[in-house]
């Protein structure tokens, strides 16, 4: 694996373990990942009820489950994990497509991992976005609802790595970025990635406290 990508294992790793420490209560929650194992007790199993999709699997490391596809599926292990393709499946000169749907979940707000959990409840996954088309689709339906001047969560997140990745499926943001002037700027521990608007400018990426309350923006595939 390249430096420059991302070990989605990892980032999965510490995202669970700080669900875990959330969901216990803790108002103190360190700092760093590594740290965040305090939260698991090791005479406890700490994989029920954490991988509940078909085709994956709960493993340990260090005390601390993560979920994994099982061998001869892959894809990502919290929305559904797919048989592999043999090569050769695809006709020449065709490629596999899936049309990408978001859905603005105008009706609770919450925090980053609590929308993570309420997309992933429902079959979906929190939002990413990977380009500028994209982007303006996720707008657009933002724009359909009607919804001025508020916040909604995206999958965006630079904490534990130190850079931005969508926590759904373990990517660094592309190369088009749609940053408010000024962001991200980390003003008040801020490292959630939430669509932002003030003052009718138009809705564009912000960093947010992960602890505070918006909309979740939810993807699926059709």
Known sequence: ???SEVNVTQVWICLLVHLVCVSAGRSDLP??????KSCISPVVDPCPDVCLTPRSTCKVHNNV?????RP??????????HEQASIGSCPPNQTSYRRKIYRIEAFIKVNFYAAMLHCQHHGWRLASIESKEENDLIKEE????NIRNDQFWTSGMDYPLGHWVWMS???PLPEYTDWEPGEPNNAGDEHCLELYEKDNNGYMWND???MEQVYPICEYFE
């Open 65 to 69: 489950p993560y979920c994994a596809c």
């Open 72 to 81: 001869g599926y892959s894809g990502n292990p919290f929305t559904g994990c």
């Open 1 to 3: 694996m390249a430096a």
């Open 142 to 145: 933002i724009r359909k609802r």
């Open 169 to 171: 499926s373990g990517e």
């Open 208 to 210: 947010k406290n992960c």
């Open 31 to 36: 700092a760093s990942c590594v740290d965040w």
